[in-house]
């Protein structure tokens, strides 16, 4: 049994960059990970942009009364100068005047006669977004390794970026084991259980950025177990297998990787839950063994498989984590593994869900994170600050 920490560095240290790039649309590269940096193609703002519907003016004139020029859209180039004594109506958006130096919103402005306005309110702002302040033309606007979402829609549209050039996508094949496991569709009879780690895998891949293939349900004879697992080893880029990875009678899950060239790198970590995750590595091929509990498999897959698709699919940043203080007194017995345990987030502060064992996935529903719990400590008091990793 190896400490979370070294299983990590091993993970990791296997997870190597695919080199292979496509282009899409930008209306098909939410979730696909940046493989060329975007630039601005022109300064952001492209010009002085009016920032309010107002009176483009000279402070020096103010409170007036002004001469009112012309009305501009925002659409539509000033035809006109601003000069002393003089304003120009103008819209949010649009182009500022030459020989303004700010605009007067319309809120502090009163029309004092035909086409003559008077400043009510002389505000501090100048409410011009000058050209280039946000971004100079060829300035890196969305770095390479990012996984682009919908928050940098609007910065790419913006310059143009309508064809983005993004990593290909990690291919990984899932396959779930054991003789009592159906497919949820099925109705079970008394010692079975519906397949929920399959389907949970493939939810937790897809938002990972990976193509996902769902291999089947396998039973647990090592021949079946060699035979998908070689089958899948050669189509994928990683696999994934649920259950049969401890030290049941039935438990042939590490035997038969080996039996197809893998080596076995780790196969215990000193985590709760998630002992007897197995990580093995062939010629250009990854294998996790993950365990065959609800709960174990969606934190094993948190703390070692999502950082793994990550840096393999080109991402450069670790998983987002916080150091949060925890709501209330946790203590618990077994301190020899460090654990990973389901929370929510309150008021700044990470609540761990009470929960029944690795068995109970329902209590993932509600959580927000999963907070560790280090080795040696049996007591955690109110207040006290924990590694938070975000769900």
């Not at 070689?230 to 189509?235: D, F, I, R």
């Amino acid at each position: 049994m190896i400490p979370f920490e070294d299983a990590y560095k091993i993970v990791l240290a296997h997870a190597r960059p695919l080199t292979a790039r496509e282009t899409v649309p930008l209306e098909q590269a939410v979730g696909r990970v940046l493989a060329v940096p975007v630039k601005a193609d022109r300064a952001i703002p492209p010009y002085d942009r009016v920032a309010v519907d107002g009176y483009a003016c000279r402070r020096a004139d103010l409170p007036g009364p002004l001469t009112l020029l012309e009305t501009v859209g925002a659409g539509a180039l000033p035809q006109k100068r601003v000069e002393p004594g003089t304003c120009i109506r103008v819209m949010t958006g649009g182009v500022t005047p030459q020989g303004a130096d700010m605009i007067v919103m319309v809120e502090d402005a009163a029309e004092t006669a035909e086409r003559s306005i008077t400043a009510t309110c002389i505000d501090k702002n100048v409410n011009i977004a000058r050209k280039g302040e946000d971004a100079a033309a060829g300035e890196t606007l969305v770095e390479a390794g990012v996984r682009l979402s919908e928050k940098h829609v609007a910065t790419l549209a913006s310059v143009g970026a309508v064809a983005l050039t993004v990593w290909r996508r990690p291919r990984v094949a899932i396959l779930s084991t054991g003789d009592e496991v159906i497919p949820p569709e099925q109705t079970p009879q008394a010692h079975q259980i519906r397949n929920s780690n399959g389907p949970t895998l493939a939810a937790l891949c897809g938002r990972a950025g990976a193509e996902v293939t769902f291999a089947g349900l396998v039973p647990d004879r090592i021949e079946a177990l060699e035979a998908a697992i070689g089958t899948a080893l050669e189509q994928n880029d990683l696999v994934l297998v649920t259950g049969g990875v401890s030290k049941g009678n039935f438990d042939f899950v590490p035997a038969a990787v080996s039996r197809c060239g893998c080596t076995i790198r780790f196969d215990q970590v000193a985590i709760k839950p998630g002992k007897p995750t197995t990580f093995a590595v062939g010629e250009g091929k990854t294998f996790f063994g993950l365990p065959g509990n609800p709960v174990s498999v969606f934190v094993t897959f948190e703390l070692f498989v999502r950082p793994f698709i990550d840096k393999t699919g080109g991402v450069a940043a670790a998983p987002a984590e916080l150091i949060l203080p925890i709501g209330g007194r946790y203590e618990r017995r077994a301190t020899e593994r460090e654990e990973w345990t389901p929370a929510t987030i309150r008021g700044g502060r990470a609540n761990p869900l009470g929960y029944h064992g690795s068995g109970h996935f329902h209590v993932l529903a509600g959580a927000d994170c999963i907070i560790r719990i280090p080795v040696g400590v049996a007591e955690v008091a109110a207040g006290e600050g924990l590694r938070a990793r975000l769900l």
